[in-house]
T-cell receptor, first 115, second 109 residues
Framework: NAGVTQTPKFQVLKTGQSMTLQCAQD?????MSWYRQDPGMGLRLIHY???????DQGEVPNGYNVSRSTTEDFPLRLLSAAPSQTSVYFC??????????????FGAGSRLTVL | GQNIDQPTEMTATEGAIVQINCTYQ??????LFWYQQHAGEAPTFLSY??LDGLEEKGRFSSFLSRSKGYSYLLLKELQMKDSASYLC??????????WGAGTKLIIKP
């Protein structure tokens, strides 16, 4: 049981380049989400999905796209990277959405640097 | 606006007890979570409180007072492996998590 798998673990981009962060879970979780974590700040929600074919914006969605074609996969696309997107990105999933006791399982994180 | 406050850093001694506080102001409340995050790793779930009172889980306990918008995480018999950041998060009325910036706990021998 792998849980939540994120790739790549590290990535360096130049301003203007595009890339996709991959996220896959094997727990049959309905809910998947992407967060960014920056020093001195709480985790900030970028996009989330409550099921295959359904996505919605979080707190900081600008510059990012997502899709959810299957239950297992939830890739995050950076369309034109900017230095402000330098951060650690976490994918997280949970069994369902809309109930309080919704424990998130996180991937190992992807450290992105944009030069 | 919505806000979660917790101390930036705390230091404690191995074998001692430490209490990490979290205060919150959110649009609605559907529960409060504590997560542990070791440096360079992913957050992992520690506890969930939705009713007032104390929840005990081994060396870790979490307390909630909804009327005061206050929670604490109590760690007993501290071990060096407890050195980590502790994240407080509140689920608001839309079932979205609002996260604090985390408390970095340093354990000294």
């Amino acid at each position: 049981n792998a849980g939540v798998t994120q790739t790549p673990k590290f990535q360096v981009l130049k301003t203007g380049q595009s890339m996709t962060l991959q996220c896959a879970q094997d727990m049959n979780h309905e809910y998947m989400s992407w967060y960014r974590q920056d020093p001195g700040m709480g985790l900030r929600l970028i996009h989330y999905s409550v099921g295959a074919g359904i996505t919605d914006q979080g707190e900081v969605p600008n510059g990012y796209n997502v899709s959810r074609s299957t239950t297992e996969d939830f890739p995050l696309r950076l369309l034109s990277a900017a230095p402000s997107q330098t951060s650690v990105y976490f994918c997280a999933s949970s069994y369902s959405y809309g109930s309080g006791a919704n424990v998130l399982t996180f991937g190992a994180g992807s450290r992105l640097t944009v030069l | 606006g919505q806000n979660i406050d917790q101390p930036t850093e705390m230091t404690a001694t191995e074998g001692a007890i430490v209490q990490i506080n979290c205060t919150y102001q959110t649009s609605g409340f559907n529960g409060l979570f504590w997560y542990q995050q070791h440096a360079g790793e992913a957050p992992t779930f520690l506890s969930y409180n939705v009713l007032d009172g104390l929840e005990e889980k081994g060396r870790f306990s979490s307390f909630l007072s909804r009327s005061k918008g206050y929670s604490y995480l109590l760690l007993k018999e501290l071990q060096m492996k407890d050195s980590a950041s502790y994240l407080c998060a509140v689920m608001d009325s839309n079932y979205q998590l609002i996260w604090g910036a985390g408390t970095k706990l340093i354990i000294k021998p």
